[in-house]
């Protein structure tokens, strides 16, 4: 069974928002996808506040993909405040970034990201790594039983 | 002497019976036997004898021989006359007698008297001269009138003259003197001779002999006749030698200490019990800005800031109970002086304390620590100024390094998304148009994607080279032989074309940072992988030697090699000995290697020779862990 909510992806580079958005069309992945560009918005998003109160979709999303340096708030600050809250402390978040820093694997899994996935500058490599990304959590990974 | 008396009696008798039986020879003379025998009774008998045999002999002679015979009648008056003759002939004797007696007593008791007054003289100048030799003392007169000089034995003994000569005449006696000594004795004997002022002088002898000088003290006194006429010259000599001697060496060592307490560098003070200065020496005077007349006799707490009299006081006193004999002054705290001019400075003071001659004596001795105190003052102050530095410092390196680190950090994550958007967009115009495309466009597509992912290659270099010199090193023990084996492992699976011969000593083990020597290893071996990849038999050996009193750990292989003239370029970053159609690679890899081993304080070298391989081999510390002292 394919999870037919949004997918959300938190990307401040355009080129990179492209590639990634391109990668997951081609594996086929149906979802909306929902683009914000820093951390900020990206918790707005999330919590319905600011720019994003009474947005449509009541659902959270299937999965946040979240690129760890963005403006604002780093994906890292994001992952911490989604895992601090209860509404979002299950949700599905893939670190998604250019670094290997160990510092920024770590703390991702302190704070208790799904997934940690270097973003490899070979292009076929990375519309690889994304697409099973994207298919993993969407089609094989079984969600946390809703409330 | 009554047998002398009954003899003097019996005589008389005797010459009676004798002049009896010759009466017929003798007759008339009848006093002829008695007058003789009246003498030797008196000679005999003294007074008492010479009466009592006068008077027998008066009696016999009257009635034996005087007509008539045998009765006392007296008929011619010359015999009466006769009779007292005889008896004042007699008494005459006895007196005569008793007298000569008495003057031949008086006689021997006078004898006997000088006799023992002799031997009281002798027996006290023996004495004289004992305690003269004892006490060193001499004495000599001089008689005027006759010139004539008289020397007791211990003066020869002093002047080291034979006694059997005469003693020396003045101004003969000279030559025992030193010419110092003697222009002052020879005035003070002038004005003896001349005035009558007695003198005494200490003069230098100079003995004939090798004798050492002596010092002696002379003493003279004149003697005036009647008329006040100066007569005679008396006076003693006695050796000082010793007591000179003593009295110099006294002399120098107050000297000794005079130049020491004078030339001390720290102020000496000495003080009596009632607290008032009896000694303040040059380095005290330049101190406290006091002259020594100024100071001597003042209190001592004249020297000292007001706030510290009492307690000072007290201290001296409770010092003064103690039964230390010095002890540092101030205790606790610090310590002032005040100078004559009312400045305060501080001082680093000891005191002591003796008893000389019955009184007590405090000696503080005081040093001005006004420079000390300055200089640690400057010490303190530059060690904070030093340690404000170093946090500054510190702060400013801290602040570079994290500068430094968000700049990797920016290079990782920044430069990459350009390298992907490249690679990326190249890629999705191939997918997408690649049909429109035919030859060259779609080699430059690919140009596109293998610059941006050698970039990419060169960026993670840059990376790990950056990552090499950061972060703290965590030491434990790693057993490079099954890293080593692992790498080789992993190297032998992402290549299926080459199969390499692997030799790896058993039981490698150093103590430094696990995931450090991995990038070490994984780089070295990497590179044997990479320069064997042309040979037949490839051959990577990983071992350890001990050369130079070092540990090396070394990876060789007999692939490419290098040519030893280009070896320094090999550890710097972005050098290569190769080109990149004959073997890929961006030139990071040894130098990241260098950099660990550097900071594992160890060193790296390299061997190589064209055609015939290379060999890498590095030290970690001066002390590697072998398992056997593990074990």
């Known amino acids: ?147 | 002497m009554s047998a002398r008396l009954a003899l003097a009696v019996l005589l008389p008798i005797v010459a009676c019976a004798v002049q009896w039986y010759l009466w017929d020879i003798f007759k008339p003379y009848a006093w002829f036997f008695f007058i003789p025998t009246v003498f030797l009774s008196a000679w005999i008998g003294g007074l008492n004898g010479g009466l009592a045999a006068t008077v027998i002999g008066a009696l016999l002679a009257w009635y034996f021989f005087i007509s008539p015979t045998l009765s006392f009648h007296l008929i011619n008056p010359v015999s009466a006359f006769s009779i007292i003759v005889f008896v004042l002939t007699g008494c005459l004797f006895s007196v005569f007698f008793d007298q000569l007696r008495r003057s031949k007593k008086q006689a021997n008791d006078a004898l006997a008297i000088a006799e023992s007054a002799n031997e009281k003289i002798s027996d006290l100048y023996q004495k004289l001269k004992e305690a003269q030799r004892l006490a060193s003392v001499g004495n000599w007169s001089w008689d005027i009138q006759c010139d004539k000089h008289t020397w007791s034995e211990e003066v020869y003994n002093i002047l080291d003259r034979d006694p059997a000569l005469h003693a020396i005449a003045y101004p003969d006696v000279q030559e025992y003197f030193t010419p110092e000594s003697w222009s002052e004795l020879s005035v003070a004997v002038e004005r003896c001779l001349s005035e009558g002022v007695s003198y005494e002088c200490d003069v230098e002898v100079v003995r004939p002999s090798n004798c050492p000088r002596r010092w002696i003290a002379a003493s003279g006194e004149a003697i005036r006749d009647a008329n006040g006429n100066i007569v005679n010259l008396h006076g003693t000599v006695q050796d000082i030698s010793e007591r000179k001697r003593v009295e110099q060496s006294l002399r120098e060592s107050e000297e000794q200490l005079a130049v020491i307490i004078n030339s001390a560098m720290d102020g000496v003070i000495a003080v009596d019990e009632q607290q008032r200065i009896r000694l303040f020496n040059p380095a005290a005077t330049e101190m406290f800005g006091l002259s020594m007349v100024e100071a001597i006799g003042q209190p001592l707490s004249r020297l000292l800031p007001e706030r510290f009299h009492q307690a000072h006081e007290k201290a001296i006193v409770n010092f003064a109970h103690t039964s230390l004999k010095a002890r540092r002054m101030g205790g606790m705290g610090e310590n002032s002086g005040i100078r004559a001019n009312g400045q305060e400075f501080p001082i680093e003071a000891s005191i002591s304390q003796s008893v000389i001659a019955g009184k007590k004596l405090f000696i503080a001795i005081v040093r001005d620590i006004t420079e000390r105190k300055q200089t640690q003052d400057e010490i303190l102050r530059l060690n904070f100024d030093l340690e404000r530095r170093v946090v500054e410092r510190t702060a400013e390196l801290t602040a570079a390094n994290r500068e430094l680190d968000s700049f990797a950090y920016a290079v990782a994550h920044d430069l990459r998304a350009p390298l992907r958007a490249m690679s990326g967009f190249s890629h999705a115009l191939q997918e997408d148009y690649g049909h429109q495309l035919q030859g060259e466009p779609l080699i430059y597509l690919e140009q596109i994607s293998l610059a941006s992912r050698k970039m990419s290659d060169l960026v993670d270099g840059l990376l790990l080279l950056s990552r090499s010199t950061r972060g703290g090193l965590q030491y434990e023990l790693v057993d490079i032989s099954a890293m080593s084996k692992r790498l080789l492992a992993e190297l032998a699976q992402s290549d299926h074309g080459q199969h390499a011969m692997v030799e790896v000593e058993a039981g490698l083990q150093a103590q430094c940072d696990a995931r450090m020597l991995e990038v070490v290893m994984r780089n070295l071996l990497g590179n044997a992988w990479k320069y064997t990849s042309h040979v037949e038999n490839p051959t990577i050996r990983v071992y350890a030697e001990n050369r130079d009193n070092a540990h090396f750990f070394c990876v060789a292989d007999n692939g490419a090699g290098f040519d030893m003239a280009h070896a320094n370029r090999l550890f710097k970053p972005f050098q290569r000995l190769h080109r990149q159609d004959e073997f890929p690679g961006i030139g990071i890899g040894l130098a990241t290697v260098r950099r660990i081993v550097n900071r594992h304080a160890g060193s790296i070298e390299a061997r190589g020779e064209p055609g015939k391989g290379a060999t890498f081999c590095f030290t970690l510390s001066d002390m590697p862990v072998t398992l056997e002292q593990d074990t």
């Open chain 1, 1 to 147: 069974m394919i999870n037919t909510k949004n997918i959300l992806l938190v990307e401040d580079n355009p080129q990179d928002e492209m590639l990634t958005m391109r990668a997951l069309r081609r594996a086929n992945l149906i979802n909306q996808i929902d683009v914000v560009r820093d951390g900020q918005q990206a918790l707005d998003y999330l919590f319905r506040e600011g720019d994003f109160i009474g947005r449509e979709d009541p659902d959270h999303p299937a999965m946040v993909l979240l690129d760890i340096g963005l403006p604002r708030l780093s994906g890292l600050e994001v992952l911490e405040r989604l895992r601090s809250d209860d509404r979002t402390k299950f949700l599905p978040v893939i670190m998604l970034t250019s670094s290997d820093e160990e510092y920024d694997r770590l703390k991702s899994y302190e704070n208790h990201a799904n997934s940690f996935v270097r973003k490899p500058v070979d292009f076929s490599e990375f519309a690889e790594t994304v697409g099973r990304v994207g298919v993993y959590w969407l089609a094989t990974n079984e969600p946390p039983p809703g409330r």
